[in-house]
């Protein structure tokens, strides 16, 4: 086992983010690794298995925390959103491997750019619609989210990734508290990402190596983010997530089109 | 679901006590922080072993 020190505090930079934000732990931190010259097998899977057990945590410390609160018997509204926003990933997931399986590609170049412009102009709006709020743009719409979670889901199914920024905005759009939406999108990763991993041990039993080596030191620095996030989430005031997280989504948004066509 | 759904209801509730109050930390909180730790002992323990 080797822990990497710049692998710890990039995870740990990234997932608290991640956490406070909704967004940019695959979008940010798998570029940087690739730079790092670690390979998708050491990538992939690790960050998959690591973003389960950190969502898991997060999820617990949010409830703990108040930022929202789940409840299964009865199911309430958090939970349920949370729920159906894992099946449009889970989705996403399956449609990939079946696109994969019978090689059907889509223009990548086009397809990311598709999203990173979305993500911009969410970020955009977002910014716009704490601006306007005056103007009441937007009320509680259900029916909002789950066109946003599938949006999110075919967005990510057909290899153009952008999760995270879509649901989050789209939750936001909805008229969910960003501080609840945020922590909502930790609990849908996790389930996300568990179904990732069954993905690559379906792989792997294929005959496609796994490297585990990036786990201790990913895990490490995300463990510890996601034992932090969700108390700086309940301290700082939600005035200030309003802001961030659509100035947040639109860098990423941003950074995904410079390294499309700059880096 | 209601349009006028409750999530966040708590989150909104602290985010008008002043930031002292929300800074607090419960005796429940520091019990679970300390199981999570205790979980990334043993997990780190596993990957010693399995890695």
Known sequence: MKLILIIILLAFLFESIDSMAGMGFGTALSPLLFLLGYSPLQIVPAILISETITGITDTIFDHEFKNVRYSFHPLNDATKIALIMAFFGCLAIFVSIFLGYYAIKFPNLLIKTYVAILVIFMGISGFLRVKLRKIEFSKSNPKVLICFSALAGFNKGIGGGGYGPVITMGQIFSGIYEKSATAIVSFTESIVSFVGILTFFLISYAGIAIDLVLLPSLFTGGFFAALLAPYLVRVIPNKIWKYFIPIYAFGIGLFSILQLFIL | ?51
């Open chain 2, 1 to 51: 679901m209601p349009i006028d759904w409750e999530i966040g209801k708590e989150a909104r509730e602290l985010d008008e006590m002043p930031i002292i109050e929300r800074a607090k930390v419960e005796k429940s909180s520091i019990l679970k922080l300390s199981i999570a730790l205790l979980f990334y002992t043993l997990m780190m323990i596993l990957f010693y072993f399995l890695l």
